[in-house]
């Protein structure tokens, strides 16, 4: 009835939505005579225009009753009823959508009529009423033929469909051509919409064989279940064995059947009968109302985390999001978080730093990073006043922060020269000025800027800074107007064709037309130019060969790349512009729009294969001319060093997964605390090993593709348990076809050798550390010490980009799974998006008993935030796709201290209690019934009546346990927040384990036994005794102490897990007495039986109860020693436990009672697991045996030398290598810093000297000691 309440409550709240919204007025274009205008629906055939329509009138209607084939009209900051083909507009053929409501981005869009009703409607003017009824005359005869639409889906950034009028050729139209439904027009008066797909068939309303919610497993479900398992496997003896006892007791009769039983039945049916009957007794011994009172539990939960003031957003003014309520106690077991950088860990608020135009580098400002390494530049700063032309307006003035050294050159002397350098500086601010896509929006009297990427706003604000307005785009002419404020001359650039940036381009390009004049000011040439912005490593090689010298100190492609690596030292974030004059541009169009207008060219485009539009594009961006770089600086969030160095305390391991260059990633890990500053970090990149950007990637998939096919099926039962829940490692892959792929790259590029020398280096280090630590853990556990010893100064960690994912993922996985679990903090460079849910997934499926929470805030993390087991997404400036995709969304990342220290950690304690207690309860009574049963010859007799069944689980118990599960505390808030040490037992999983359930069962046991046979040997039973005026114990005083013994000790058993006792808990468990008291009264003197479903006979042998019992002794007697006996084992552990002098130093000393224990699992598992992902490596085995002789020295820098046909080679399947192989440290020892700021830095100095690598013995031949491993397994530990 509750779940029923809690369902319907949801589908009111939906129905007032969908009334709402489908009542919105709209104005529809209706025929008045000779046919319909609509053709059917878009799903099938198509959207039929006009048809035999003679004549039509404009309605005014609502949303539900639009129609596909519609011809409806949508007025300025209205929303769009359905999805509609744009077919006019108060500007012509474009107009302006703001998307927000769809997928969050704040920007305004562009939206164009296709070009067959450019001429077609040209005269239509609804803006009056004279041109509405005009219009309503004029389209059914304008408006004749079909769309062939797509069929309905939910892909709202891709359409397809084909426009056919009669006497026109057919035209494509694509998304550009289409207005989503929810989607809201701006700057724009109106437009004229033809309904494609309207309600469940439109983008947004689509989810065809998708669940509304997608569940993800929920981890603590195994246990649960696990044990529903056994509850109901219990549920076989327990029936076997009352039916058996019963025949053995019925055949021991002389009669064959006592006195009071009326059937002769003997034997195997008798027996299966009584089985069934003892099936219906003990039932309940599996929760029937678990799931319901958990829903409830997590309903409140999900109120009260949304409303929790610490996690609100007052910027954004955003609380948090509960989007999927049962992960609500998964939040308290994280071991993994998985960040994306520039949005989530950054604030995304973006300021022009600085910039290299014409190889000459200008600016000098600070960034947070670079104050925070001590490379700030001290330099005096220029105070010469800057030009008159020179600033932005308050819209812009934001995006800009840019400084000069008064010893460095000044870019405001070059521009003011008219010489070549001032006209490819001036070149410059016009490729910043026109390579966008930002618009334009009147609010009063200002234009405000928008775009969907913030870096866009700070080049066009750097454009005006240095006297190049951005001024207005007039889409319907093609043009952007650029304002010389230098020179006031106004310019209009034709936009002739525009290449959007994608995550696998990873460039923007744009191509233009400039006018004469901007021509002759930028020094002159072709007017047709494309302008390119992208990522260095994408637009260098698409550069054309120089013949002559650089000029400019950064001229040169290996001058400009170091440079930029030293801004990527401060976390400034980069890009390349180039350009290319294109005198041949008409016939390359003319190609390209054929290309376009192809459907299965433009349906291989959007797929991603290979097609001629991508050749087009690739031809274009070819040959092109180094302009210049320009930096960024997007500053850190709030809190977010604070909270993910609390997060490492804790034990939770973080990665960090971004986009950006190396040196970028590795200083931004280190001033969030990722990488602290002991770190001893593995660096396995194009930097370290130049090799691995020589391998292409569709090579290591064809090897992937090889080696997966080679793979072993996974065994039934792996695949039973993966149907359960249940995961289990993949089979691993056959070693013979390991070694022969591997061979063949290392045959192709004989460097990757030194990749894998740096991983058992590093790894040979892990496994000493990790033998040190079980030694020194083990000391802990035997010692009884209440805190662990502090971990070593080295914390491992790991950086890793794009191509050594790659790489490593395809040849040993094994191995870079278990290296990199066992590192602290991994940071993942250069890594697209579908690496990012690989790297999760390499956790997730290859670590168990992990916890993986991703968390991001742009379209590119959509496939991590699925993968995790929790995904949360950041409400910021890159659009909804990451909230819409999550469980759960907040506003700032340091909202995670809210979400996994205080709600994650308790929910999950509390659920765990409520998970035991909800066992407890029912096999209290399911037990006590069934020890009773067989008291009484094992004949099914029941110790309570039925009604007590539903009173006990619907009035008694589940109010005290809904609030216990919702409110409890065992530490405050703010303790909870700031001690992460508690977090520490949450990652372990101490407290909802197999063990606890079995503790429970047997307390419930233990209960059930005192509750079934001490009323009855209190009473004198089986014997007559005297009980006043009663002589004989009936069964009804048996039942009225047992139940009233059972609903006390149960509720009491319950208070002593209460942590927190407000009046909330008193009046609650104040309420659960007064109901046993009450329904008391009710029993005793509500005659006859109030309920029809009750049978009268059991009621009516509680008539007048409660004046029999009250006044017997015996009775008291009894109620107090059961409740006495039945909590003392749960009191006595309770006080071998307390420590009354603080509630947050008893939780602290109950989590480190059981962390050195915990800890010593971890690390020998993880250990082990090391020791044998790296048998696992191609020829360990046979090599490693084979070449005993071969020796490894490790020298005294830190360096690794092999030379010779050493055990290395032999172990890796090579032989002798003439170069020797170095193994280097990839970060330099960091310099100490304020504890306040609790930022790290790298800091260009000497490392301790330390031995890295490991030696062969000579002697050994077993593979596990020609790799070292032989002593790293720990022997006879006891904890």
């Not at 995790?868 to 909230?883: D, F, L, P, R, T």
């Not at 989590?1151 to 992902?1173: C, I, W």
């Not at 013995?1257 to 070292?1268: E, I, P, R, T």
Request: charged share 20%; glycine share 8%.
């Amino acid at each position: 009835l509750v779940d029923l309440v809690l369902m319907a409550n949801e589908d009111i709240a939906r129905h007032k939505a969908d009334r709402l919204v489908n009542g919105q007025e709209v104005t529809i274009l209706r025929a008045t005579g000779g046919g319909g205008g609509g053709g059917g629906s878009g799903a099938s055939a198509g959207t039929e225009l006009g048809g035999s329509v003679s004549a039509a009138e404009w309605l005014d209607g609502t949303w539900a009753d639009v129609r596909e084939g519609d011809v409806v009209r949508v007025d300025s900051h209205e929303a769009f009823p359905a999805d509609l083909l744009l077919l006019r507009s108060s500007t012509g053929r474009e107009c302006w959508v703001n998307t927000k409501p769809l997928d969050g981005e704040t920007d305004m869009k562009l939206r164009l009529a296709p070009k067959v009703f450019e001429s077609l409607l040209m005269d239509v003017d609804v803006g009056t009423d004279e041109g509405e009824a005009a219009a309503a005359r004029a389209l059914p005869a304008l408006l004749r033929g079909k769309v062939l639409c797509e069929q309905p889906n939910n892909k709202i950034n891709d359409t397809s469909a084909e426009v056919r009028l009669a006497g026109v050729p057919p035209a494509l139209a694509s998304e550009d051509n289409v207005l989503l439904r929810g989607c809201q027009l701006r700057n724009t008066d109106w437009i004229l919409g033809l309904v494609l797909a309207c309600g469940p068939d439109s983008k947004v309303g689509f989810r065809q064989g998708e669940p509304m919610n997608p569940s993800k497993p929920v981890l603590s479900d195994s246990v649960v279940n696990l044990n529903l398992l056994r509850q109901a496997l219990l549920l076989v003896p327990l029936c076997l064995l009352g039916s058996t006892v019963n025949a053995i007791i019925i055949g021991n009769y002389d009669d064959g059947q006592p006195w009071y039983r009326e059937t002769e039945a003997r034997g195997f049916g008798q027996w299966f009968l009584n089985s069934l009957s003892y099936f219906l007794l003990c039932y309940s011994l599996i929760p029937i109302s678990f799931y319901v009172t958990r829903n409830i539990i997590f309903s409140f939960g999900r109120y009260f985390m949304s409303h929790d003031l610490t996690m609100y957003d007052e910027e954004q003014d955003e609380p948090a999001r509960v989007r999927t309520m049962v992960l609500l106690e998964q939040l308290g077991q994280v071991s993994h978080i998985f960040s994306d950088k520039t949005g989530t860990l950054t604030s995304n608020r973006m300021e022009f730093r600085r910039a290299v135009f014409g190889g000459v580098a200008y600016g000098c400002g600070d960034t947070a990073i670079s104050r925070s390494l001590g490379k700030a530049n001290d330099a005096p700063r220029r105070a010469a006043p800057l030009p008159p032309y020179a600033g932005t307006t308050a819209a812009t003035r934001a995006f800009v922060s840019f400084e000069e050294a008064e010893s460095d050159a000044s870019i405001w002397d070059v521009l003011s020269a008219d010489d070549a350098d001032g006209a490819a500086l001036r070149e410059c601010l016009v490729a910043l000025a026109v390579n966008h896509s930002v618009m334009l929006e009147q609010v009063g009297d200002a234009q405000i800027p928008s775009a969907s990427s913030p870096d866009e706003l700070a080049f066009v604000a750097a454009a005006e800074h240095f006297g190049l307005h951005f001024e207005a785009r007039q889409t319907a002419r093609g043009v952007v107007v650029l304002h010389d404020k230098a020179r006031g001359e106004r310019h209009e650039v034709q936009l002739l064709e525009a290449i959007a940036y994608s995550s696998d381009r990873k460039r923007m390009s744009v191509v233009v037309r400039l006018p004469p004049a901007l021509v002759a000011s930028i020094g002159g040439g072709c007017a047709d130019r494309i302008y390119c912005k992208g990522a260095d490593s994408v637009l260098f090689e698409r550069l054309a060969p120089v013949a002559a010298a650089a000029k400019g100190q950064y001229g040169s492609q290996e001058a400009l790349s170091d440079l930029l690596g030293e801004w990527a030292e401060v976390a400034l974030r980069t890009l390349v512009w180039a350009k290319r004059e294109l005198p041949e541009l008409d016939e390359w169009r003319a190609k390209y729009r054929e290309a376009f207008n192809n459907p299965s060219e433009v349906a291989a485009y959007k797929s991603g294969e290979p097609c001629l539009i991508t050749q087009l594009q690739e031809q274009l961006e070819s040959g092109l001319t180094l302009q210049g770089a320009t930096a960024i600086e997007d500053k850190l969030q709030d809190g977010v060093p604070e909270i993910l160095a609390d997060l490492r305390e804790a034990g939770t391991k973080i990665w960090m997964l971004t986009g950006d260059k190396v040196g970028t990633a590795k200083n931004i890990a280190c001033a969030c605390n990722i990488l602290p500053q002991e770190a001893d970090v593995l660096e396995i990149t194009t930097e370290t090993f130049p090799v691995l950007a020589d391998v292409k990637t569709t090579k290591l998939l064809e090897v992937q593709q090889t080696l997966e096919a080679s793979r072993p099926m996974p065994t039934r039962l792996a695949r039973l348990g993966a149907r359960l829940g249940v995961r289990s490692k993949l089979p691993r892959l056959p070693h013979e076809e390991l070694h022969k792929q591997t061979a063949a790259l290392d045959g192709e590029f004989p460097g990757l050798l030194e990749v894998r020398h740096a991983l058992i280096a590093f790894q040979k280090k892990l496994s000493d550390q990790m033998k040190s630590e079980v030694s020194r853990l083990t000391a802990s556990v035997n010692q009884a010490n209440d805190q662990v010893a502090p971990d070593g100064n080295d914390v491992p960690c790991m950086v890793i980009d794009e191509k050594g994912i790659e790489y490593c993922a395809t040849v040993c996985g094994e191995v870079l799974t278990a290296v990199s679990n066992s590192c602290r903090a991994v940071v993942a460079c250069r890594a697209r998006k579908d690496q990012k849910a690989q790297m999760l997934n390499m956790i997730k499926f290859g670590v168990p008993g992990s916890c993986c929470l991703a968390i991001g805030d742009g379209a590119n993390d959509v496939a991590m935030i699925k993968a995790g087991h929790i995904g949360v997404g950041i409400i910021g400036k890159e659009g909804m796709e990451a909230v819409n995709n999550s469980d759960f969304a907040i506003g700032q990342f340091r909202f995670l201290r809210g979400l996994l220290l205080v709600h994650g950690r308790q929910n999950y304690r509390r659920y765990a209690t409520f998970c035991y207690f909800m066992f407890y309860q029912s096999s209290t009574m399911v037990f006590s019934l069934f020890l009773y049963s067989l008291l009484c010859e094992a004949s099914g007799a029941l110790l309570y009546p039925y009604f007590i069944f539903d009173f006990f689980t619907v009035f008694y118990t589940p109010l005290a346990l809904i609030v216990f599960s919702v409110s409890d505390q065992d530490v405050s808030k703010e303790e909870s927040a700031h001690t992460p040490h508690l977090y520490s037992a949450s990652i372990q999983r101490v407290y909802l384990t197999s063990s606890g359930f079995a503790r429970w069962l047997s307390e419930a046991f233990y209960l059930a036994v005192l509750l079934a046979y001490l009323p009855a040997a209190a009473y004198g039973w089986p014997e007559k005794t005297h009980m006043g005026e009663h002589e004989d114990p009936a069964w009804s005083a048996l039942s009225f102490t047992a139940y009233n013994a059972m609903v006390i000790v149960v509720l009491s058993r319950l208070a002593l897990e209460v942590h927190s006792w407000t009046v909330l808990e008193v009046a609650c468990w104040t309420l659960s007495i007064l109901a046993l008291v009450v329904t008391n009264l009710m029993f005793s003197y509500w005659y006859p039986v109030p309920f029809p479903t009750v049978p009268d006979s059991q009621w009516g042998e509680f008539n007048n109860i409660l004046a029999i019992m009250y006044s017997q002794p015996a009775f008291w007697l009894c109620l107090v020693l059961i409740v006495f006996l039945a909590l003392a084992p749960a009191l006595i552990l309770d006080w071998l436990h307390v420590d009354p002098t603080s509630p947050l130093r008893n939780a602290l000393k109950a989590v480190a009672s059981t962390r050195a224990a915990q800890a010593l699992r971890r690390r020998t598992t993880e250990m082990q697991e090391v020791n044998e992902a790296w048998l696992s490596i191609p020829s360990a085995k046979q090599s490693a045996a084979s070449r005993p002789n071969g020796e490894a020295s490790v020298d005294e820098g830190g360096g690794r030398s092999v030379g010779g046909a050493s055990a290395a080679d032999a172990e890796l399947g090579r032989g002798s290598s003439s170069k020797p192989v170095e193994y280097r440290p990839s970060l330099r020892p960091m310099s100490e810093v304020p504890v306040e700021s609790k930022k790290t830095s790298f800091l260009r100095g000497k490392r301790k000297n330390k031995q890295r690598g490991f030696t062969f013995s000579q002697n050994d031949q077993s593979a596990k000691h020609v790799l070292g491993l032989a002593t790293n397994e720990p022997k006879d530990l006891k904890v």
